[in-house]
């Protein structure tokens, strides 16, 4: 089996990484050694899903597990899928890493654990049991949860962590509490008698929700987002890519295989509340992120609205199964396993952007940078293309798969049930509000980061990163563009992947080239290729006519300042200042946004200042109350270490009646 040889040589790297981390160039090797391996997950996951090996493939058994039971391996067309989803953006990571690796905080603490962590993620998914599902699972949350914690005289890097371990623990306890209801009072954990097993319908639903809360705890759905904007940005960039382009695809690999092949019995209810809970994700994510000055911080709330919308298409496809509409739950899946193919991408390439702008200037808050374009014009042209992709605009690949998921919403109020009628409206309006915040948001970003004049002597002073690094975000940009451009190069692969899940075959004549027509052949047509084909014909004309009809003399004058050449660079528009109008309409209520600005009066010299204070409703809600409660009952336990031997002795007598008084309640 080559994707076992490749674990194996996953864990080869990590020791010799251990062995030989005083090596300078060990981290580079580590590096390198893992975007090879990964290169072959990713040829073994494309053999099994073009040739259709991933079905014949018998489960390969280990002799270690649970005492009663053997660990089941298992590669499946939906397994294969992701393994190439996710182990071509961990290739591209790595290579980043080649020339990165060196530059974190404490390299000694991430290079060994970085093979350890794609080992983690790859065992997920191919796991055949449940025992081997979470225990990498776990494997997969501790390595990452060591990784966010490698700058550990961080105190934001230690806080994240410690929020991130306690949301991880609760992640897998909800799964193994699902699993154990799967496999029943036999004790029956391999997959394929899990997917044999019918449950009655009260244990059905603790599934669904157990499954929701566990995988969309390590997605980032909210209100389950809280560790994710903390340690994504405490993590090393490369890993920052992982974890965000790359770690939230396993929690969704781990959702649709639950929910649509080991219980495959969801009900429309259950997509109705992953369609709110994408949505509001969506919406909730994004505006977020338009209010961070991190450009870390952006990027990792913007993954909280991506995940957002595969949920709302999961929640779609759950429910157009129980309809009995099986041609538009497939649809829906397509678009869900289309969007994890496009976020893996540029998602992983925007982390490695912000790692590139970084280590060239030390900042990452966005009012620090500026006028980074014409000092990195790789890095600057490689993250266009990825902010472009990523705020859903032709013909990239994110207009794409969100078109796709469009396409399903409209179909939603064709069915005949109340709820489908009234919710799938809603669901639409907040996609549509996330997909307008998001070209908002990176118009901010990009603007402000790229654009402009430095803000600081650290961008004055920015070069371009190594040539492997900017080969690492060439490539993702690239497929960005192909992938947008010829949609057909996945659409065909993914419809195999879904059959097996939808019980339906999609006629390849709707999703085929150039025309995608997921609905009719003759309504909701789109046709990347032409878009393309006519904006080249748009830009050829326009620059012959301007340089026909204008000068040919080339002039080089600053950058645009509102009409007059401002001497202080910071006198241009700020990141505050571009989401200002939106954090009035809705931040003040959402956000309880505040803005303090100190004037002095005419004749006093000091500066003037001005303060943003938001709060974070979410935390303060939710977690704030359950770690003040936590706290009340942890210090009133506390007080049982101070009690004298009399009250010791008391309390052990009154707990031997206590039990004696069950034991004889429960006598017939």
């Not at 509001?280 to 991190?294: E, K, N, P, T, W």
Request: aromatic content about 10%; overall charge positive.
């Amino acid at each position: 089996m080559i994707v076992g040889s490749a674990l194996v040589s996953l864990l080869a790297l990590a020791l010799s990484a251990i062995l030989f981390q005083k090596v300078r160039i060990a981290h580079a090797l580590t590096y390198a050694g893992c975007c090879v391996v990964c290169l072959v997950l990713v040829g073994d996951g494309l053999n099994h899903m073009l040739w259709g090996a991933g079905d014949g493939v018998p489960t390969l058994v280990l002799p270690f597990g649970l005492p009663w039971m053997k660990a089941h391996f298992r590669l499946d067309a939906l397994s294969s899928f992701f393994l190439v989803a996710i182990n071509f953006p961990a290739a591209l990571c790595s290579l980043f890493g080649i020339g990165y690796g060196d530059h974190a905080p404490e390299p000694g603490r991430v290079t060994p654990l970085f093979p350890l962590f794609l080992f983690g993620m790859n065992g997920v998914l191919i796991a055949d049991d449940a025992f081997v599902f979470l225990v990498s699972w776990e494997f997969m949350s501790l390595t990452s949860w060591l990784l966010v914690l490698s700058n550990h005289k961080n105190a934001e890097a230690r806080h994240a962590a410690s929020v991130y371990l306690i949301m991880a623990v609760f992640g897998t306890f909800c799964l193994l509490a699902a699993f154990g209801l799967m496999a029943g009072s036999a004790g029956a954990y391999g997959f394929a008698q899990m997917r044999a097993a019918s449950l009655p319908p009260l244990a059905g639903g603790l599934v669904v929700a157990l499954t929701l809360l566990g995988a969309g705890s390590k997605a980032g759905l909210v209100p389950l987002h809280a560790w994710l904007p903390l340690a994504h940005p405490a993590a090393p960039s490369h890993v920052s890519a992982l974890m965000s382009g790359v770690m939230t695809k396993v929690a969704i690999y781990g959702l649709i295989r639950i929910l649509f092949d080991l219980h495959d019995d969801v009900g429309w209810g259950w997509g109705a509340v992953m369609m709110v809970m994408g949505g509001i994700s969506a919406v909730m994510g994004v505006f977020y992120a338009l209010m961070q000055r991190d450009l870390k911080a952006v990027l990792a709330y913007s993954t909280v609205e991506n995940v957002g919308i595969i949920v709302i298409a999961l929640g779609l496809a759950a429910a157009f199964r129980d309809y009995g509409e099986a041609y538009l739950s497939a649809l829906a899946l397509v678009a869900a396993l289309y969007h994890v193919v496009n976020h893996a991408l540029f998602k992983s390439l925007l982390f490695m952007g912000a790692g590139a702008v970084q280590m060239a200037t030390g900042e990452r808050r966005l009012d620090r940078l500026g006028g980074l374009l014409n000092r990195m014009p790789v890095t600057g042209l490689t993250v266009l293309i990825g902010s472009a992709a990523i705020s859903a605009l032709p013909p990239l690949n994110g207009f794409v798969s969100e078109w796709l998921v469009f396409q399903a919403l409209f179909k939603g109020p064709t069915v005949e049930h109340w709820a489908m009628r009234f919710l799938v409206p809603v669901v639409g309006v907040l996609m549509a509000l996330a997909a307008a915040f998001a070209a908002s948001c990176f118009v901010r970003a990009y603007g402000i980061a790229f654009l402009g004049r430095p803000r600081s002597d650290q961008a004055r002073a920015a070069v371009e990163v190594p040539p492997s690094m900017q080969v690492a975000m060439a490539v993702p940009a690239f497929l960005c563009l192909c992938l947008g451009v010829f949609p057909v190069m996945v659409t065909g692969f993914i419809a195999t992947v879904v059959e097996p899940l939808a019980k339906v075959k999609l006629p390849a004549a709707m999703l085929g080239w150039p025309w995608l027509s997921p609905v009719s052949a003759t309504a909701g047509s789109y046709s990347a290729t032409l878009v393309l084909l006519t904006g080249v014909a748009l830009m050829i004309t326009t620059i012959l006519v301007v340089h026909h009809f204008g000068t040919r003399k080339v002039r080089r004058v600053p950058a645009w300042d509102c009409g007059h050449r401002e001497v202080i660079a910071n006198a241009q528009y700020s990141a505050d200042s571009f989401s200002q109008p939106l954090r009035r309409v809705f931040g003040s209520s959402i956000f309880q946004a505040h803005e303090k600005v100190e004037m002095p009066p005419p004749g006093d010299t000091s500066p003037a200042r001005f303060s943003l204070s938001m709060v974070d409703p979410v935390w303060d809600i939710l977690y704030a109350g359950v770690i003040r409660t936590v706290g009340y009952i942890a210090d009133r336990l506390n007080r049982l270490q101070f009690l004298t031997v009399r009250q010791y002795l008391l309390m052990m007598f009154m707990t031997l009646v206590l039990m004696l008084l069950i034991v004889a309640a429960r006598q017939p």
